[in-house]
């Protein structure tokens, strides 16, 4: 089992970064890769990003390339989105998640495990 928790979200300007971490319980955490998906408020959740296990590959949708940038530390079993430039329409409610594949996967129904959410608020 694995408990993952999300810090970092809140309020910023359009044009401003934040940095979201996501701290994972549990010794194992190496054996997963980790994503982050977000969800705006009467959309369904999307995927953003993810990371291979030992963070060697990372991938992302279209719309945050070249700003959001995802990393990780097995040895603080913690994920990180660095997220620069803000937007308006990057408001949402933003999740990692746990997955056995490898490299990870855009498929959220590969993902066993998830965090509450944090959100993440940008302003025009």
């Known amino acids: 089992q694995v408990q993952l928790v999300e810090s970092g979200g809140g309020l910023v300007q359009a044009g401003g970064s934040l940095r979201l971490s996501c701290a994972a319980s549990?010794?194992?955490?190496?054996?997963?890769?980790m994503a982050w998906f977000r969800q705006a408020a009467g959309k369904e959740r999307e995927f953003v990003t993810r990371?291979?296990?030992?963070?060697?590959?990372?991938y992302y949708e279209d719309s945050v390339k070249g700003r959001f940038t995802i990393s990780r530390d097995n040895a603080k079993n913690t994920v990180y989105l660095q997220m620069n430039s803000l937007k308006p329409e990057d408001t949402a409610v933003y999740y990692c998640?746990?997955?056995?594949?490898?490299?990870?996967?855009?498929?959220?129904?590969?993902?066993?495990?998830w965090g509450q959410g944090t959100q993440v608020t940008v302003s025009s």
């Open positions: 549990g010794r194992t955490f190496s054996s997963y890769a």
């Open positions: 998640a746990a997955t056995t594949r490898i490299l990870g996967t855009v498929d959220e129904t590969a993902y066993v495990f």
């Open positions: 990371i291979s296990r030992q963070g060697g590959t990372t």
